[in-house]
């Protein structure tokens, strides 16, 4: 058996599951059969990109023991849009 833990969360809530699966169980298989969905229905298990620690992987990537399989969401808007929306709020704050 390999332990792993799965990361998901949103702006409001994040979770670390910690479970064992099998030897040869690849990344996507272990984030379908986790606890993942019941926690977040919404969450889009069989498409988001995945990674692990932080570094992205593909569906078929054969786990390791200690792995921490990563769950990504979309962008809600691109970062450097948000930068400009901040300063441009602190502007009209200060003016």
Known sequence: MVNIEIAYGTAEKQILLTMQVAEGTTARQAVL???VKQHFP?????N????IFG?????DTLLRDKD???????LLIDPKEAR????QAKQQEEA
């Open 42 to 46: 919404e969450a889009d298990l069989q």
């Open 68 to 74: 921490r399989i990563e769950i990504y969401r979309p």
């Open 33 to 35: 059969s986790s606890a």
């Open 84 to 87: 400009r929306l901040r300063v």
């Open 55 to 59: 570094k992205r992987v593909k569906d």
């Open 48 to 51: 988001a990109p995945l990674g």
